[in-house]
């Protein structure tokens, strides 16, 4: 059993910075990835970011130069740094996990697992 739980969430205005955390309950794996996608209202989910268990990342072209993925191993989290935070960056931010298999990829059908979400508005 596989438990991520999303924290860090609020309103900013726009320029501002926000972080986000997924800490995830897991059991040990050697591989994983650990993803942030969001999404808006009226709008379809979209990946942000990804992180693998060798720290290797990918990003959404709206994310590069502005959000940065990072994780702490030994505290099974996740962070999402969010700099220059824009209006139309404003979602319910999800964190999302893919256990056991080198594939780590901003895609949704890649993740098993799933937070509840933490919600980020921009203004």
């Known amino acids: 059993h596989v438990q991520l739980v999303e924290s860090g969430g609020g309103s900013v205005q726009a320029g501002g910075s926000l972080s986000v955390s997924c800490t995830d309950s897991?059991?040990?794996?050697?591989?994983?990835?650990t993803a942030w996608f969001r999404q808006a209202p009226g709008k379809e989910r979209e990946g942000v970011a990804a992180?693998?268990?060798?720290?290797?990342?990918a990003y959404a072209d709206s994310a590069t130069g502005r959000f940065t993925i990072s994780q702490n191993s030994a505290k099974n989290t996740v962070y999402l740094q969010m700099n220059s935070l824009k209006p139309e960056d404003t979602a319910m931010y999800y964190c999302?996990?893919?256990?056991?298999?080198?594939?780590?990829?901003?895609?949704?059908?890649?993740?098993?697992?799933w937070g509840q979400g933490t919600q980020v508005t921009v203004s």
């Open positions: 992180i693998d268990s060798h720290g290797g990342t």
């Open positions: 897991r059991r040990t794996y050697s591989t994983y990835c």
């Open positions: 999302a996990a893919r256990r056991g298999r080198a594939l780590c990829a901003l895609r949704e059908d890649v993740f098993g697992y």
